[in-house]
């Protein structure tokens, strides 16, 4: 008998729980950046909007309209187009966009006798997160000023309790 823990990043949009799991956290993460000081100052501005990551994502796009979405219903904002040279400038950087898969819990191994698994597990709690984290800085070229959001982390879950015989969620995510 063995105890253990395993920690596995995903595809971010590999099935359907996956890409609920992270456009919710991206909305939630998006309501929580607007709520910020930073942000709700610039009430009614137009805006040039940048949205950044490590390397290209398969979400930025969706992600840059969404956010662009929400400053017009959150604060009445406008998003430049190209050829404006807007006073503000805003650029949301993002440090992780995806899902995680965690076990953690009690296993037996199956020497061979369990078809592919090396192991089955007595009693575990599989957690499948959905994350987006990050922040924004706004610049104001009028001023020069440049301030800094806090980090904003958004985190939704999906986990279940995980037997030999029966699995059983802890939470769902919203129908």
Do not use: W
């Not at 390397?55 to 406008?78: C, F, K, N, V, W």
């Not at 400038?89 to 369990?114: A, K, M, Q, R, Y």
Request: with cysteine; proline share 5%.
């Amino acid at each position: 008998m063995a105890g253990c823990s395993t920690r596995e990043v995903v595809d971010p949009l590999a099935g359907s729980t996956a890409q609920r799991l992270v456009t919710y956290s991206l909305d939630q993460f998006i309501d929580e950046l607007m709520a910020q000081p930073e942000i709700a100052e610039m009430q009614g501005e137009t805006v040039r909007l940048g949205v950044h990551f490590l390397s290209e994502h398969p979400l930025m796009e969706y992600a840059t309209r969404l956010i662009g979405a929400q400053m017009r219903l959150t604060h009445d904002m406008t998003v430049a187009t190209p050829d404006e040279s807007p006073g503000l400038e805003l650029d949301v950087f993002f440090n992780s966009i995806g899902t995680d898969n965690d076990d953690f819990g009690l296993s037996v191994p199956t020497f061979g006798f369990g078809g592919s698994a090396d192991s089955v597990n007595l009693l575990a709690l599989d957690m499948y997160h959905g994350i987006t984290e990050g922040y924004a800085i706004v610049t104001s070229a009028d001023s020069g000023s440049i301030q800094k959001t806090d980090r904003v982390l958004a985190r939704i879950r999906r986990d279940n309790v995980s037997t030999p015989v029966i699995d059983f969620p802890l939470n769902q995510l919203e129908d």
